[in-house]
Structure formats: structure tokens, C-alpha cells
């Protein structure tokens, strides 16, 4: 299997974490990655303040970028803000020829054009439509046996585009899980927002959602997410949080890769887990104990 990856901004920044086991863990499944030449920042939640058409254009130029490298296969995308912004424009010039024409526009001044030919999946879409249970299971060589992980996809990987899972009750994550020997938790909080942004510009109204969360996943060893952003405000603010809730609500947050990748046999080091803010210390010698 081949794909056109597109890392994003926060996978060279605040995510290397997630950056690091994605590669190392679909190359251990026989991925391999293409990372689209001279990419771009897809333009996030900003550009769509400033222009509606460079928040289309942006990302559109990453999809043309891809198209003119290799037609043929699909981008692969972690970071659910930058998935879902190329699938925006995936799916609006796919609907709106005149819409594509302007794109098409700014584009030509590079030399580019956006033909539409090719498909964006999120990381979690290729990991349970493409490889799934059956591809993990055979190569754990250190099963997570006794680990409880709760499964968040927060909102932006399945909403409005919900074309691999229900975004209302979410489950793709969970036969993944089991695969590397641990336990699904049982919750339901997997499709609810994290606050996103509303962390940086209202403070009260993110807590609050982060706080729930944190305190409906009080039980399990673990959360497991697929989105930057989600795993940046659970794992950021469990101290405010749990002040908030008059409790401790420190849990470890581990990208959906991370737990992979361990049960795979990767190190520590090899999914990045040093990176993570929040790791518990039962989590860590867990991590550590010997191959069988």
C-alpha cells in the first residue's frame, strides 16, 4: 500500500509525537509514505477569518500538489483540522465547477491545477478500512493485556464527513484497540468536542468540555485520540480541570499509533511517548515491560 502523505503544521511542532509513530507504525505494517513536495500550513481555523477563498485555496493547492506528483493513490492525512479542511475543498469543488475555476485561478500562478482526482482519508479511515484488526494482530509481540483505553475521535475526523464511522456513536477505533490486547472502555464520550479553540478564546467554556471528558474517562488506563487538537487540551489542562471538578482527573493521552506501535514492539522513544505531557507512571512501566 502507497499514499501521499500530508503531515501538517502540528505534526512538526506540537504533535511530533504523532508524526513519529504514524511512520514507524505503517511501516511496520508495509505502508508506504509519499510526503507531498514542498506542502503547505492547509490554513487551520485562521485563514477562514481572514478570506473564505484562501482557506479554500490553501489547502487546495496541497491537493494539487499531489495530483501533479503521483495521480494515482490517496492522501493520507493524521491531524483531523487539516483532513478536514482538504476534504472540504475535496468535497466542494467536486460539487461546484465554478467554485473549482476560481481556485484554479489562484492556483495558475504557480503553475498548478486542481483536477479533483484524488480521494483524502484521515489516518483512522486507512487504519481500520484499509489494514485493520488483520493486519495488527499478527505482528503484537508485547499485547496491552489488563490496559482499559478509552477511545476519543473528538469531531472534525467524522463530522460533517462522516464517511467511515457514525460521528453520533463512533467505533472504528475499537476493534484496533482490542487487536493490540487491551480492553475498549466503556463510554460515551467519544464523538463530543474537546472546546477546541474555545481553549484559547474562552477559557471557561473549553474547561468545562475538557473536564467532563476527563472525568467520564476516570477508570480507564488511558485515552486514545487521532486529533492534535484534542489531544493538546486533554493533556494540557487535566491540572485546571480537575480544580474545576474538585478532583484528580490525570490520566495518560496517547495518539491512536502510540498505543499501536508499543504493542508492535516499538520503544518508548520510537512513538515518541518522551514527547507526551501526560503519562502516568503505571502506564509507562507497562510500556516498558519485557517482550514474551
Same mark, same amino acid.
Not at 34 to 52: F, K, R, V
Given at each position: 500500500?502507497?499514499?501521499?502523505?500530508? @503531515?501538517?503544521?502540528?505534526?512538526?511542532?506540537?504533535?511530533?509525537?504523532?508524526?513519529?509513530?504514524?511512520?514507524?507504525?505503517?511501516?511496520?505494517?508495509?505502508?508506504?509514505?509519499? /510526503?507531498?513536495?514542498?506542502?503547505?500550513?492547509?490554513?487551520?481555523?485562521?485563514?477562514?477569518?481572514?478570506? !473564505? %477563498?484562501?482557506?479554500?485555496?490553501?489547502?487546495?493547492?496541497?491537493?494539487?500538489?499531489?495530483?501533479?506528483?503521483?495521480?494515482?493513490?490517496?492522501?493520507?492525512? @493524521?491531524?483531523?483540522?487539516?483532513?478536514?479542511? %482538504?476534504?472540504?475543498?475535496? /468535497?466542494?469543488?467536486?460539487?461546484?465547477?465554478?467554485?473549482?475555476?476560481?481556485?484554479?485561478?489562484?492556483?495558475?500562478?504557480?503553475?498548478?491545477?486542481?483536477?479533483? =482526482?484524488? =480521494?483524502?482519508?484521515?489516518?483512522?479511515?486507512? %487504519?481500520?478500512?484499509?489494514?485493520?484488526?488483520?493486519?495488527?494482530? @499478527?505482528?503484537?509481540?508485547?499485547?496491552?493485556?489488563? %490496559?482499559?483505553?478509552?477511545?476519543?475521535?473528538?469531531?472534525?475526523?467524522?463530522? @460533517?464527513?462522516?464517511?467511515?464511522?457514525?460521528?453520533?456513536?463512533?467505533?472504528?477505533? /475499537?476493534?484496533?484497540?482490542?487487536?493490540?490486547?487491551?480492553?475498549?472502555?466503556?463510554?460515551?464520550?467519544? !464523538?463530543?468536542?474537546?472546546?477546541?479553540?474555545?481553549?484559547?478564546?474562552?477559557?471557561?467554556? !473549553?474547561?468545562?468540555?475538557?473536564?467532563?471528558?476527563?472525568?467520564?474517562?476516570?477508570?480507564?488506563?488511558?485515552?486514545?485520540?487521532?486529533?492534535?487538537?484534542?489531544?493538546?487540551?486533554?493533556?494540557?489542562?487535566?491540572?485546571?480541570?480537575?480544580?474545576?471538578?474538585?478532583?484528580?482527573?490525570?490520566?495518560?493521552?496517547?495518539?491512536?499509533?502510540?498505543?499501536?506501535?508499543?504493542?508492535?514492539?516499538?520503544?518508548?522513544?520510537?512513538? !515518541?511517548?518522551?514527547?507526551?505531557?501526560?503519562?502516568?507512571?503505571?502506564?509507562?512501566?507497562?510500556? =516498558?515491560?519485557?517482550?514474551?
Amino acid at each position: 500500500m502507497k499514499y501521499h502523505s500530508y @503531515p501538517g503544521c502540528s505534526l512538526e511542532g506540537t504533535a511530533l509525537e504523532y508524526d513519529r509513530s504514524t511512520r514507524a507504525v505503517l511501516a511496520l505494517l508495509g505502508v508506504e509514505l509519499a /510526503e507531498i513536495e514542498d506542502w503547505t500550513c492547509c490554513g487551520a481555523s485562521a485563514a477562514e477569518a481572514t478570506s !473564505g %477563498l484562501m482557506a479554500l485555496v490553501l489547502p487546495a493547492r496541497n491537493l494539487a500538489l499531489a495530483e501533479r506528483q503521483a495521480a494515482s493513490m490517496d492522501i493520507l492525512v @493524521p491531524c483531523s483540522a487539516c483532513y478536514l479542511n %482538504l476534504k472540504n475543498v475535496q /468535497e466542494k469543488t467536486r460539487k461546484d465547477p465554478p467554485l473549482t475555476a476560481k481556485i484554479n485561478t489562484v492556483l495558475g500562478e504557480e503553475q498548478l491545477h486542481l483536477h479533483g =482526482r484524488l =480521494r483524502v482519508r484521515h489516518l483512522l479511515d486507512v %487504519l481500520a478500512t484499509d489494514l485493520g484488526p488483520e493486519a495488527i494482530r @499478527p505482528k503484537v509481540v508485547r499485547p496491552l493485556t489488563g %490496559l482499559r483505553i478509552a477511545p476519543y475521535y473528538g469531531c472534525q475526523c467524522l463530522r @460533517p464527513y462522516a464517511g467511515f464511522d457514525d460521528p453520533e456513536l463512533p467505533v472504528s477505533m /475499537e476493534p484496533l484497540i482490542r487487536a493490540t490486547g487491551a480492553e475498549v472502555f466503556p463510554w460515551k464520550m467519544g !464523538g463530543r468536542c474537546c472546546g477546541a479553540s474555545h481553549m484559547s478564546t474562552q477559557r471557561a467554556v !473549553g474547561l468545562e468540555l475538557v473536564a467532563g471528558l476527563l472525568e467520564s474517562a476516570c477508570g480507564a488506563d488511558a485515552v486514545v485520540t487521532v486529533c492534535p487538537m484534542c489531544q493538546m487540551n486533554l493533556e494540557a489542562f487535566q491540572g485546571p480541570a480537575g480544580r474545576l471538578r474538585r478532583h484528580d482527573l490525570h490520566i495518560s493521552i496517547l495518539y491512536l499509533p502510540q498505543l499501536i506501535g508499543l504493542a508492535l514492539g516499538l520503544t518508548e522513544q520510537g512513538v !515518541g511517548l518522551t514527547c507526551n505531557l501526560a503519562v502516568s507512571r503505571d502506564w509507562e512501566s507497562h510500556a =516498558r515491560t519485557p517482550v514474551m
